[in-house]
């Protein structure tokens, strides 16, 4: 039907975009050519780069994860999906320009306020487009595999739900204590991707 889309084209797309997101993000790590005299304390000044890279890298990999879970249990995807995808897409791909604008003004005590909430605002909007998608393929039965209830796909959108919670609170963090709450994203996205796996096992075998 017209308003079905295969969703191997979706996520493969999505694949792509999520590749050049983080490409972009490696980009922006170097060490100005003035400390190349003292390279290692160039390199060690240039952690707040290491710090947003990580936190950014580790958020588009969570992501990732749950977006192919998502897919891998609908047997198409319709135009409100497709849609919610691009909007995932777009927010996937400005995310290094937040990146770098923390990690270029984190060491600023004028600028890294608004740089720490412009960025969690940012991590906090793809988590909310990853639950939205999620819990509206658990709403359709028509738009799932044969075999997947909605209670499957619920397990696997609670993956992103626990952390909206966190970035609202960092961000609203970032207002009094901006560093503090720049290292609250990095731990937030890390749980993200190491703990994802073991849990979603344990609460599918549960539910099939």
Known sequence: MEDHFETGRLEAFSDGVFAIAITLLVLEL????????????????????YLAFLTSFLTIGGVWLVHHAILRRMRYADPWIVSMNLLLLLLVSFLPFPTTLVAEVIESTSAERVAVLFY??????????????????????????????ASEVRTVVALAEPSLGFYACLVALAVFLPRVAAFGLLAVAAVTVVLPPRIVSRRLRRVT
Do not use: K, N
């Not at 050519?33 to 003292?38: A, G, I, L, T, V």
């Not at 160039?42 to 707040?48: A, D, T």
């Open 120 to 149: 969690g605002a940012t991590l906090l909007a793809i988590s909310l487009v990853v639950s939205a998608m999620g819990r509206y393929v658990a709403a359709r039965d028509a738009l799932r595999r044969e075999g997947v209830t």
């Open 30 to 49: 170097s060490v100005p050519p003035d400390q190349f005299d003292e390279l290692l304390a160039g390199i060690l000044h240039q952690w707040p780069s």
